[in-house]
């Protein structure tokens, strides 16, 4: 669940946040593509691993990062799946496959990367619950698995095991998934939304269901966006972030934040990077995924106390990631299969470090 774009010399808005596409967190595992002089484009992972999603052969559980893969440009979690991304704009797919998400054409769930065919040159990859997006060389957008919403944007309702082109779309630039709905973003900052719609989180005033993509009126000039359980959210080039879906169906702005630069969902808590390196936080917090030292949620949004100049965000169902410009990884909330990456199955009410080897 989250927003990805890589473009030829690094990620889209790369100042705004070294990392979309570097951080990634399903229903219940961690993805980190490490960058530096020594392992440049290493993929680490850890976390739940029953399905494969991890990619290292076995289905044990890793409550300590382990090395994945090498020569990787971005990184896509969907619950209990992974896409990869390559330099020559290849997807690599592994993990839970039981709709068709990995793009392989059969249900076979994969334990190891396996490359996906037939798509041409893919810039982005967006992971939702049992769905995939792949965003195309020249803005086409692809989607595969499941389809009961209508998230694959096809006209239809029928799941697909194989990249099938969504329809209606201007050319995009970058795409995200929610839980059981998508997202796509033009060049121009109009956004798109198609899928479930129960609670409103395509924006449109309804709570119809829809299988091709409509724009999201009133909102213009938008730089990111993503989905959560229920919910969507998108930032503006001016800072502010507007979310719907829970008790809205049309977008409203979130007050009381600062000036905002990236964002990222979970099932049902949102994160905020404020252009200071700062991390605001609500929603749900059970596990602690609001990192407030508490388990109660909140419906307005307060700094997570401890982290300083941070650079990318990524949330999974109910635990979080933050990324410093210095490379010290912080992750907090639910930890039952080891996501946190601390090297215990403890619950974490506040940061604390992702010890690598």
């Not at 440049?40 to 494969?52: E, I, K, P, T, V």
């Not at 082109?165 to 121009?188: D, Q």
């Not at 639910?334 to 010890?355: A, F, K, M, S, W």
């Amino acid at each position: 669940m989250g927003w990805h774009r890589w473009c030829g010399l690094g990620l889209w808005l790369l100042g705004m946040a070294l990392s979309q596409g570097m951080l990634a967190a399903g229903s219940g595992h961690s993805l980190f593509l490490k960058q530096g002089f020594v392992k440049l484009g290493a993929l680490w992972g850890w976390g739940w691993n029953y399905q494969g999603q991890l990619g290292d052969g076995t289905f044990l559980n890793r409550n300590r990062p382990v090395l994945l893969l090498q020569g990787v440009v971005a990184v896509a979690a969907g619950e209990a799946h992974t896409l990869a991304l390559d330099p020559e704009g290849r997807v690599l797919a592994f993990g839970r496959n039981e709709e068709g998400q990995l793009g392989l054409g059969s249900l076979a769930s994969q334990g190891r990367p396996v490359r996906v065919e037939g798509l041409p040159r893919i810039l982005g990859v967006a992971g939702g619950h049992q769905h995939s997006l792949f965003l195309a060389e020249g803005g086409a957008v692809y989607a595969s698995g499941a389809n009961t919403e209508g998230q694959l944007g096809d006209g239809t309702f029928e799941g697909r095991r194989s990249p099938v082109r969504v329809l209606g779309l201007p050319p995009v630039m970058a795409v995200a998934a929610g839980y059981f709905h998508s997202l796509a973003l033009t060049p121009e900052g109009r956004l798109y939304t198609w899928g479930a719609n129960l609670s409103g989180q395509l924006g449109d005033g309804t709570v119809e269901p829809r299988s091709k993509p409509l724009p999201v009126e009133g909102l213009s000039r938008v730089v990111q966006a993503v989905g959560g359980g229920n919910f969507s959210a998108a930032l503006l080039a001016e800072g502010s972030v507007y979310v719907w879906g829970l008790d809205s169906a049309t977008p409203r702005r979130l007050e009381g934040l600062p000036p905002i630069v990236a964002l990222a969902a979970g099932r049902e808590h949102l994160l905020c990077l404020t252009k200071e390196g700062e991390v605001w936080a609500l929603g749900a917090n059970e596990a602690g995924q609001l990192g407030d030292g508490t388990q109660e949620s909140r419906l307005e949004a307060r700094p997570v106390e401890g982290l300083k100049g941070v650079v990318a965000l990524a949330a999974g169902d109910a635990h979080s990631l933050a990324l410093t410009g210095e490379g010290i990884l912080y992750a907090w909330g639910r930890n039952e299969y080891g996501q946190l990456g601390d090297g215990t199955r403890q619950n974490r009410l506040r940061p604390v470090v992702v010890r690598f080897p």
